[in-house]
């Protein structure tokens, strides 16, 4: 049997049994769109946390009487962190100069602060670390009496709350994708033990043929390993039309969410576009000829 007749064999069964073929290409793109969901919620995620990391920041406001020699004890504690990248004092003259050029347009908050003796606002200190798991260490350098005894309000807390509900509702989708992509991996295992056992009851006058010619086992099963894959095939190249079709549409909705930070799925699938795509093209026809040489080694008597 030659190689051309092994394929053109493979041919007649995925069309003969196409019912059967479409259903097990459809499984096998919802189980590879839900992959790919899991792929973009990771990237988004990733980006999201990058976008808010980068503008994450403690700001140490202090209070009116605190001594300039104290705060200036602690930025050079802070200093000495090497989890720090970036210290920025702002004096009380300079927080003051900021506050009016913010509400120059509003004349009561401006004639109401002209009418204080002094000014009311104190000094502000803004530490920037690489990272927000950086800041743990850097609050604890900070909350110790000496120096808390200084601070009216630190203002990091919002953000780590932003960070942990950003983890929290990522975590619930990637189980919820896992746990669907899972279910219909079992579903197309299934499918296509079934769709080989079905394509050896249908060939099997075909099979006594090649039998009593003195085809080898090899030639007998490779038929139908053929056909599993080819099911893969398509079902990565109708997978990746589908999604590229969807990217057309919405990355530009992601885009204008991470704007600034030059991040799209458009581009995060070009660019790993060998990786996400052969990789799943190898991991179904790792899955598919599990399945087929089961679904063989019990039906196929060869």
């Known amino acids: ?7 053109s064999f493979a041919n007649k069964s995925f069309w003969r049994n196409l019912g059967l073929s479409l259903t097990t290409i459809l499984i096998l793109v919802l189980t590879l769109i839900s992959f790919n969901v899991v792929l973009s919620v990771n990237a988004m995620t990733k980006a999201a946390l990058q ?11 202090f209070k009116v009487d605190a001594p300039i020699a104290k705060i200036d004890e602690l930025r050079a504690a802070l200093g000495k962190i090497p989890k720090v990248t970036s210290l920025i004092f702002k004096s009380r003259d300079d927080v003051l100069t900021d506050f009016k050029t913010k509400h120059a347009k509003d004349q009561e908050i401006l004639s109401a602060l002209s009418e204080l003796p002094e000014n009311p606002l104190g ?8 990272s927000s798991q950086d800041y743990e260490v850097i609050l604890s350098a900070i909350d110790i009496p000496e120096y808390n005894s200084l601070i009216e309000q630190k203002t990091f807390e919002d953000h780590a ?38 394509a050896i009851y249908t060939h099997r006058e075909e099979i006594s043929v090649m039998r009593l010619v003195g085809a080898s086992n090899w030639f007998i099963r490779a038929p139908f390993l053929i056909e599993v894959i080819l ?17 057309q549409f919405g990355d530009n909705y992601v885009k ?39 679904a063989m080694r019990k039906y196929l008597k060869v």
């Open 1 to 7: 049997m030659t190689r051309p007749k092994v394929i």
């Open 51 to 61: 976008l808010v990391e980068g503008r994450i920041d403690i700001s140490l406001l």
């Open 123 to 130: 000094a502000i200190l803004i530490v920037r670390a690489a």
């Open 161 to 198: 709350t932003i960070i942990k509900k950003i983890g929290a509702m990522t975590n619930r989708m990637q189980k919820g994708a896992v746990a669907i992509s899972v279910l219909l991996l079992i579903i197309a295992f299934l499918i296509i033990f079934n769709v080989i056992k079905v």
């Open 231 to 247: 099911f893969n095939f398509l079902a990565v190249i109708l997978s990746a039309i589908l999604l590229y079709g969807f990217l």
């Open 256 to 294: 204008s969410f991470f704007v600034g930070s030059g991040f799209s799925l458009m581009g995060y699938f070009n660019g790993n576009f060998v990786r996400i795509f052969v990789g799943e093209f190898l991991a179904l026809s790792v899955l598919g000829v599990m399945s087929g040489s089961l």
